[in-house]
């Protein structure tokens, strides 16, 4: 009888206990709050399509998205594709020469979006709740940096009066990369290898990715796009493709995906938050998704573009210049690699979360993460290897990055990541 009571009065407390948690959840927002916010992030679907990996797409009239819930985009008139993409060249089709369907994210085995709309993955309750406020929802934490006195992986090469932002550590994040700066790029693009890496935390990332970037370290200006495994903002394990803006160094502008307003997306074909179909394997297939960044001198606005699989080319949307006080001109930094955020990066403990495949970067091809055919364009109006370009890792002992060239005469492909935590080197 004492046993049995025992037991029971110790599932009695943890019972108490996650009540307890759930009212502390719920005591950062009300209700009326949580309602009121899904309300502005879910638009009135045309269509709702039910994906195998549990999200749900809402099909949106493409003339009510989120975007044009951002002041400076109350007036804006939808460029419906880039300038410089003749409309010869143009498709929002997912086709392959022998015309099947080409799946690349898991919704699409489920159902299409019809003309005139944008799919958008919908927001749920327990999405917000995972947050820390309703308004931190789908941002990164604000960006705090830092000046590095470790000079050894830092750039080699420095330009005047340009925006130095990636010479200095971020608080909280760790990354290997590939970085180029110059006077004006309108354009980065790279094939990027995509992989499923552990996240040990709750509240960690990891990415592998393309910024670019323009503006002071503090107020620094971004657009960024790739894969991403992000569990507390999608609430699985599972990797995403993702895209990011920020004017002003991750503080109050711009968010992932279409959480908030500023992206305007004109492809009915992605969404931009969903779950990959298939990722890369060790000494397996290799799944690589080809990302664009360019500039349109209609506007100044940054397109993004992607090539799925080596299929097809799609326009996704743009981030308008109107956002952006020197994006809009052009960038000058442009960067190529992986991130990992987590409270637990630059200490010890260090944590587990994983970068690019988990695997460190010499081990390269079919095991380590890798970026190819690395471009930028710049007033040449032609896309090529960066020169200058460096390689650096924040954290070289834990994530690793390497540039290899494998004969002489050929171009480098970079390799960059590694399994975070390790007893003898990252502890």
Same mark, same amino acid.
């Given at each position: 009888m004492?046993?049995g009571?025992?037991?029971s009065?110790?599932?009695?407390?943890?019972?108490i &206990?996650?009540?307890?948690?759930?009212?502390?959840?719920?005591?950062?927002?009300?209700?009326?709050?949580?309602?009121?916010?899904? %309300?502005?992030?879910?638009?009135?679907?045309?269509?709702? *399509?039910?994906?195998?990996?549990?999200?749900?797409?809402?099909c949106?009239? *493409?003339?009510?998205?989120?975007?044009?819930?951002?002041?400076?985009? %109350?007036n804006?008139? *939808?460029?419906?594709? =880039?300038?410089?993409?003749?409309?010869?060249?143009?498709?929002?089709?997912?086709?392959?020469?022998?015309?099947?369907?080409?799946i690349?994210?898991?919704w699409?085995?489920?159902?299409?979006?019809?003309?005139?709309?944008?799919?958008?993955?919908?927001i749920?309750?327990?999405?917000?709740?995972?947050?820390?406020? !309703?308004?931190?929802? #789908?941002? %990164?934490?604000?960006?705090?940096?830092?000046?590095?006195?470790?000079?050894?992986?830092?750039?080699?090469?420095?330009?005047?009066?340009?925006?130095?932002?990636?010479?200095?550590?971020?608080?909280? /994040?760790?990354r290997?990369?590939l970085?180029?700066?110059?006077?004006?790029? !309108?354009?980065?693009?790279?094939? +990027?290898?995509? @992989?499923?890496?552990?996240?040990?935390?709750?509240?960690?990332?990891?990415?592998?990715?393309?910024?670019?970037k323009?503006?002071?370290?503090?107020?620094f200006?971004?657009?960024?796009?790739?894969?991403?495994?992000?569990?507390?903002?999608?609430?699985?394990a599972?990797t995403?493709? &993702?895209?990011?803006?920020?004017?002003?160094?991750?503080?109050?502008t711009?968010?992932?995906?279409?959480?908030?307003?500023?992206?305007?997306?004109?492809? %009915?074909?992605?969404?931009?938050?969903g +779950?990959?179909?298939?990722?890369s394997?060790?000494?397996g297939?290799?799944?690589?998704?080809?990302?664009?960044?360019?500039?349109?001198?209609? #506007?100044?606005?940054? @397109?993004?573009?992607?090539?799925?699989?080596?299929v097809?080319?799609?326009?996704?949307?743009?981030?308008?210049?109107?956002?952006?006080?020197? !994006?809009?001109?052009?960038?000058?930094?442009?960067?190529?690699?992986?991130?990992?955020?987590s409270?637990?990066?630059?200490?010890?403990?260090? $944590?587990?979360?994983?970068?690019?495949?988990?695997?460190?970067?010499?081990?390269?091809?079919?095991?380590?993460?890798?970026?190819?055919?690395?471009? *930028?364009?710049?007033?040449?109006? /032609?896309?090529?290897?960066?020169?200058p370009?460096?390689? $650096?890792?924040?954290? =070289?002992?834990?994530?690793?990055?390497?540039?290899?060239?494998?004969?002489?005469?050929?171009?480098? +492909?970079? &390799?960059?990541?590694?399994?975070?935590?390790?007893?003898?080197?990252?502890?």
């Amino acid at each position: 009888m004492e046993k049995g009571t025992s037991y029971s009065t110790v599932f009695s407390l943890v019972a108490i &206990f996650f009540f307890a948690l759930g009212i502390q959840v719920e005591a950062r927002a009300s209700s009326l709050e949580i309602d009121a916010k899904l %309300k502005l992030l879910n638009k009135p679907a045309v269509k709702t *399509i039910k994906s195998e990996d549990g999200d749900i797409i809402d099909c949106v009239d *493409i003339y009510k998205q989120p975007a044009f819930d951002h002041p400076a985009l %109350k007036n804006h008139r *939808i460029q419906m594709r =880039p300038s410089f993409y003749p409309a010869s060249q143009y498709s929002s089709a997912k086709n392959d020469e022998s015309g099947k369907s080409v799946i690349f994210q898991t919704w699409q085995r489920s159902g299409t979006c019809p003309d005139g709309t944008i799919p958008i993955r919908r927001i749920r309750k327990e999405d917000l709740l995972r947050a820390d406020s !309703l308004d931190q929802f #789908g941002r %990164k934490p604000q960006g705090q940096f830092r000046n590095s006195t470790n000079t050894r992986n830092r750039p080699k090469f420095h330009f005047p009066n340009l925006s130095t932002t990636t010479a200095n550590e971020v608080e909280n /994040s760790s990354r290997s990369y590939l970085m180029t700066i110059g006077n004006e790029f !309108l354009g980065a693009q790279a094939d +990027i290898n995509v @992989w499923n890496p552990a996240v040990a935390l709750p509240d960690d990332f990891t990415t592998g990715q393309i910024w670019v970037k323009n503006g002071d370290d503090q107020t620094f200006e971004s657009v960024e796009a790739g894969w991403i495994v992000n569990p507390k903002l999608y609430g699985d394990a599972a990797t995403h493709f &993702f895209i990011y803006w920020t004017a002003d160094a991750y503080g109050s502008t711009g968010c992932f995906d279409l959480t908030c307003s500023g992206f305007v997306q004109t492809s %009915k074909d992605v969404n931009i938050g969903g +779950i990959f179909d298939h990722v890369s394997s060790p000494s397996g297939d290799q799944v690589q998704l080809t990302v664009v960044l360019i500039r349109d001198n209609e #506007g100044g606005n940054w @397109w993004l573009k992607i090539v799925p699989d080596n299929v097809t080319t799609i326009a996704v949307g743009y981030w308008p210049g109107d956002l952006f006080r020197y !994006l809009s001109e052009c960038a000058r930094t442009a960067q190529w690699g992986g991130e990992v955020y987590s409270l637990q990066v630059r200490t010890s403990p260090h $944590t587990a979360t994983a970068m690019g495949s988990g695997s460190l970067a010499s081990n390269k091809y079919g095991r380590a993460c890798y970026i190819n055919n690395v471009r *930028i364009m710049d007033n040449s109006a /032609s896309f090529k290897y960066p020169d200058p370009a460096s390689v $650096t890792a924040d954290e =070289p002992a834990c994530y690793t990055a390497l540039n290899y060239v494998e004969r002489s005469g050929a171009e480098p +492909i970079f &390799f960059f990541g590694g399994p975070g935590q390790d007893p003898t080197y990252c502890p």
